[in-house]
């Protein structure tokens, strides 16, 4: 029952604009489900549970305040104690865990990353990784291959790639970047600072700016999901190149480590109607003659590939 002592781990997503945070029990009886749990606090199985956080705006000392308090929340209504935390993390960090740069969040850039999850994890074994390895590593292992691309598209893009059933390159040789290969030369600017890059292109905020500009409007995630469903010409338009810039991204991929299946996710994609067909479709246009392409197909976890990845990292560490 909540409020007894368990032993959990708990895996952190952090994104651009959220963060989610699964707990989940590793020793004694899995506690009950919370009853009349709030939408962003659940009981999701036995033994399991999970929290979405908004980021409150402000800065990082206010972004790191609210993931405190979202933690201490998360322990109250599971009665867990977490022996080890694992974070996946869309920002670029040092060897001495450090980030350095996160366009996304730029006043988290000079963080020490370790010492705050030391401060908020007393007594906890942590760690932190790539969101997109953790999401390629947990994706590859529900669909059951050993080769798998992965790009998640949400707030930005970002992906990672596993060969022989591990990420490449590898635990502290930096991540791939997929959201940051150039698929559009004369393209628009990314945050990064150049042009053309995956991410300025089809990530959901590039796209519902494209579908504003068509549509004369600011448009909503809602309005561009339902005007996909309503078939109207603007949201078509504004969703088609994104799909054609994932796909050039898969096939350029697929050149160079020939992965089997290429799995695409993160929230954005997870819920437009038919994006992840839109992305197959062009993947398959785009193929050069003879040469096999990955298949595509839309992530086994949805949005939540980074997180449960971030949990199998939390359960290694025990």
Not at 48 to 60: D, N
Not at 112 to 129: K, N, Y
Not at 191 to 212: E, K, M, V, W
Request: proline share 7%; glycine share 16%.
């Amino acid at each position: 029952m909540p409020g007894q002592s368990g032993v959990g781990v708990l895996g952190v997503d952090i994104g651009g604009t959220k963060v989610a945070l699964r707990a989940e029990e590793v020793d004694g009886d899995a506690p009950a489900t919370p009853a009349g749990a709030a939408t962003a606090e659940r009981g999701t199985s036995p033994g399991a549970y999970e929290r979405i956080l908004t980021w409150p705006g402000g800065g990082v000392e206010a972004d790191v305040a609210a993931l405190a308090g979202a933690v201490g929340a998360l322990r109250a209504t599971s009665g867990l104690r977490f022996a080890a935390v694992a974070v996946a993390m869309p920002g670029t960090t040092d060897p001495t865990g450090r980030v350095t740069v996160w366009p996304g969040r730029p006043s988290w850039a000079g963080l020490r990353l370790d010492e705050t999850l030391r401060r908020i994890f007393p007594g906890s074994r942590t760690a932190w990784a790539d969101d997109g390895d953790l999401a390629a590593l947990a994706e590859a292992r529900h669909v059951g291959a050993d080769d798998v691309v992965y790009l998640g598209v949400g707030t930005g893009v970002g992906g990672g790639v596993v060969l022989g059933g591990r990420p490449l390159p590898g635990t502290g040789r930096g991540s791939p970047e997929v959201g940051h290969l150039i698929v559009a030369v004369d393209g628009p600017r990314c945050d990064c600072g150049r042009h053309g890059c995956l991410q300025a292109i089809a990530s959901g905020p590039a796209t519902l700016r494209r579908a504003g500009a068509l549509r004369g409007a600011e448009v909503t995630f809602a309005e561009l999901r339902d005007g996909l469903e309503q078939d109207r010409p603007w949201a078509h338009d504004a969703v088609r190149p994104s799909g054609t810039a994932l796909a050039a991204a898969v096939v350029s991929l697929g050149e160079l480590v020939d992965p089997s299946v290429a799995v695409l996710g993160g929230g954005f994609a997870a819920g437009l109607p038919g994006f992840v067909g839109l992305v197959e479709r062009e993947v398959a246009r785009l193929a050069r003659p003879g040469r096999p392409v990955p298949a595509v197909r839309a992530a086994a976890l949805g949005g939540l590939s980074s997180l449960h990845g971030a949990v199998a990292l939390a359960r290694n560490l025990c």
